[in-house]
């Protein structure tokens, strides 16, 4: 007891010295969840913070996790059963010893547990029955040798002693080895008389030191025979190999000798295991004739690295002699390294500055020496690095900075080398997902769009759709669209367009009329939804087609006057004379405005034409005699949209040369005398009825007004009123509307409705010069004004 507690304070101090940082000392067999010890307190750490590092156990090299850590108390507890034999077999000194780990900052800490042993195992002897053949030449005294007991135990609780059923025959002495195993002799303490008794049974039982002990027992089978006075010798007391591990099946390993000097049937010499742990009986055989040893299992160097047993040899007769066997077992380079993840964390953040520890990665090697060492490299292609830590503990780091949208994902490949001969590696992959931060704003595909909307548009139609590209993902991806306040013409954005949020599509909110505006831009926003949020904006320019919803405007002849406007035509008027001109605007644009005219009816066909564009009526022949004086021209002027729109004006041609030689005009000027007279006269008449002088005030007044009265025709030149001029329109020739090279000039005597007029001169074409007289009449399609109003003429150029 005392060299046993000796052994242990010896250790604990070598166990500090060396692995430095805790130790302690446990009995095997300890129930799961048992106590072993509270690291926290002997490592000087606060419990608080064990969860937060990730404080657990790290045993490399066991295939079994024999503790565990409680988080909330730091006590280090057993996490499944501890065999001492199972750990450590025979040795004097079962250790085991655990990592324990901690991160933030990376810590790791070992822990030498001593596993005590405790008298779970019985003594057990090789055989249940040992045959032992005794010659009965046999003197008193003689010793003959019984198979040791083997108890799994070490220590006080191996085996102790040995005890032997009484009998007549045998005593037992109880011998020590120099390893100090204890065996057991059989020592003959009368004479056997093969002719009395051939057979002895005996009963040997092994008693271990446990308290309470527990014994063994094997039954012994005495034979007598005659007389063999000679046991075999071997050639060596103790046999030693070397054999690599992974040596295949059926390899010779060594050959036992034993020689008897007896001879015949005592001195032939058998062999066989008395002493053979499992493991061994499972990897080597022996013959028994020949003592050859070969390999009959796998042989692992990590598994067991030397091998001891004892082999007994027996002549034909029962004496025996043993020898110790010990194979030793070297490494090879047959285990590649493993790559354990221990911690990760993922993802991580895209703006995770370099440097920045990502992961915890561990690499064992079961091989020994040189075949331990291991080298590790990461890809060239990612941004990580590996960072050495404590022991084989690498951090998995960044080298650079991250971008999502460029690579959302990383598949790192970790490759392990060990230092063998030749060297094993292995790799492992790891997946590490990249999280978004929100550092793009939203992108349009056009930083200034265009849009073609047709005038008359229907409210709520579909002006345009816009775009914008975030590569940032979920929220900070999700592009919200909204359009900048402004005003258009005076009115807000918000009363023209309107913008679906989510699609970019942009609505009309009203109708648009290409007369009123032609085009307008405004201003689109896209946001993302990250935080905080990001923006940008693009240019939306929106232009209004034209339709032809304008029908074409005559602004000459009048078409508000509703008097007759009657143009003369000069009998010496040649071919291609210019008579006159209708002159028509359109409100709408391009094609749509275009205009063109013609006659669609005439007194006499053949007499006058009119220009297509220009809407010059001419002479197309010489006036004759025969022609009638009073020539009506109906003319249409039509635009050229689709459907094109048209209008119709009445032209009054006299051909004379002077109004006043004109019947129709003159009875029609006395008629409109008589029809005056008359009304003066009746006012007289009443006006004399009451008082004369009011008659003298009124007959004055009315003679003077009729005297400044503007007539249909009248001195000054004649000309288009702007006020005929749509609010719209522009004077282009392009449009064939209105040309500017004309002047139309009248000429009236004063105080007569038959005055004459000078005929139209163009600019541009030869002027007829003659005094011809002119008499306008109008319709009333057009409310641009009653035909007896004074109207005045602009001229146009």
């Known amino acids: 007891m005392t060299m046993g507690l000796l052994r242990l304070v010896f250790f604990t101090f070598m166990a500090h010295g060396v692995c430095g940082d805790i130790s302690y000392s446990i009995p095997e067999e300890m129930k799961r969840g048992s106590v072993i010890g509270n690291i926290a307190k002997d490592l000087g750490l606060d419990v608080k913070t064990l969860s937060a590092r990730k404080a657990r156990e790290d045993s490399e090299g066991n295939r079994k996790q024999y503790c565990d850590i409680n988080l909330r108390t730091g006590e280090l507890t057993v996490a499944d059963r501890i065999d001492r034999e199972e750990l ?52 008193k005294g003689a010793v003959f040798r019984v198979n040791e007991a083997h108890d799994a135990d070490t220590g006080h609780n191996a085996v102790q002693s040995y005890s032997l059923e009484a009998n007549d025959y045998f005593v037992l002495a109880v011998r020590t ?116 040893m070969r390999v009959v299992g796998p042989i692992d160097f990590e598994d067991e690295s030397k091998y001891e047993m004892r082999i007994q040899a027996m002549d034909g007769y029962g004496l025996t002699s043993d020898s110790k066997v010990t194979i030793e077992i070297t490494d090879i380079n047959d285990n590649a390294p493993v790559i354990i993840l221990k911690s990760l964390n993922d993802p991580v953040s895209e703006n995770a500055p ?13 091989d020994s020496g040189n ?31 991250l971008d999502r949208e460029l690579l959302n994902s990383y598949n790192i490949t970790i490759t392990a080398t060990d230092e063998g001969s030749p060297p094993l590696s292995s790799s492992k992959t790891i997946h590490l997902s990249v999280s978004d931060v929100n550092d793009n704003p939203p992108v349009f595909q056009e930083k200034t769009y265009s849009a073609h909307v047709t005038e008359n548009n229907k409210q709520g139609s579909t002006v345009c759709s816009v775009t914008a590209i975030d590569p940032d993902w979920r929220q900070n991806g999700t592009v919200i669209y909204s359009l900048l306040p402004g005003l258009v013409n005076g009115m807000p954005v918000s009363s023209l367009l309107s913008i679906n949020g989510d699609t970019g599509v942009i609505h009309a909110v009203r109708s648009f009329d290409y007369e009123q505006c032609k085009d307008f831009k405004v201003h689109v926003l896209a946001r993302d939804n990250g935080s905080p949020p990001l923006s940008t904006n693009a240019t939306v320019s929106v232009f209004i087609t034209d339709m032809n919803d304008n029908s074409p405007q005559i602004l000459y002849p009048s078409p508000g006057d509703n008097s007759l406007m009657t143009e003369l035509v000069p009998r010496a008027a040649p071919a291609a004379s210019l008579v006159s001109k209708v002159i028509a605007v359109d409100a709408d644009s391009g094609q749509n405005a275009w205009l063109s005219y013609s006659i669609i009816k005439a007194t006499d066909p053949g007499l006058f034409t009119i220009g297509v564009h220009s809407g010059e009526i001419r002479t197309q022949r010489d006036i004759s005699e025969s022609d009638a004086i009073k020539q009506d021209l109906i003319v249409a002027v039509k635009d050229n949209g689709q459907p094109s729109l048209s209008v119709t004006c009445t032209m009054y041609l006299v051909i004379s040369d002077n109004l006043a030689d004109i019947p129709e005009l003159k009875d029609r000027s006395h008629e409109d005398s008589s029809s005056k007279l008359t009304t003066y006269l009746i006012i007289a008449l009443v006006s004399v009825s009451t008082f004369f002088l009011t008659f003298m005030i009124i007959a004055l007044a009315v003679r003077f007004c009729h005297r400044r009265k503007p007539r249909l025709l ?12 749509p609010p719209n329109y522009a004077d282009v020739d392009g449009t064939m509307t209105l040309r500017s090279g004309y002047n139309y000039d009248a000429y009236l005597t004063t105080g007569s409705r038959t005055s004459d007029f000078k005929f139209v001169q163009s ?15 109008c319709t009333a399609d057009e409310p641009f004004g009653p035909c007896d109003e004074p109207e005045t003429l602009p001229q146009v150029i």
Do not use: W
Request: aromatic content about 6%.
């Open 88 to 139: 450590c077999a025979e040795k004097v000194s079962c250790v085991l010893a655990v990592d324990i780990m901690l991160e933030s900052p990376l810590e790791l800490h070992r822990v030498n547990i001593l596993i005590q042993d405790i008298n779970d195992n019985s003594p057990v002897f090789p055989k249940d029955v040992f045959k032992l053949d005794i010659r009965e030449s046999a003197v």
């Open 177 to 292: 080895k120099n390893e100090g195993v204890k065996y057991g002799e059989l020592v003959l303490d009368k004479v056997l008389d093969r002719e009395q008794q051939e057979e002895v049974k005996l009963i040997l039982t092994a008693v271990d030191g446990g308290s309470p002990p527990k014994t063994g027992s094997v039954a012994i089978h005495v034979t007598v025979l005659d007389a063999n006075d000679n046991a075999p010798v071997f050639s060596q007391e103790h046999y030693t190999a070397s054999l690599p591990e992974n040596t295949p099946a059926d390899t010779a390993v060594l050959t036992v000798s034993a020689v008897d000097a007896d001879i015949g049937a005592n001195g032939e010499v058998t062999y066989e295991f008395t002493r053979i742990s499992e493991k061994a009986r499972k990897a080597f055989s022996l013959n028994e004739n020949t003592g050859e």
């Open 354 to 366: 370099p440097g920045t520890e990502v992961g915890i990665i561990n690499v064992q090697d079961n």
């Open 371 to 401: 075949n331990r060492l291991v080298r590790c490299s990461v890809q060239q292609n990612v941004p990580f690095k590996l960072v050495p830590s404590v022991k084989n503990y690498f951090a998995l780091a960044t080298t650079g900075e």
């Open 714 to 725: 009248f001195d000054g030149a004649v000309a288009i009123p702007s006020a005929y001029l």
């Open 763 to 777: 600019y541009n074409d030869g002027t007829l010069l003659a005094d011809r007289t002119l008499s306008k009449s």
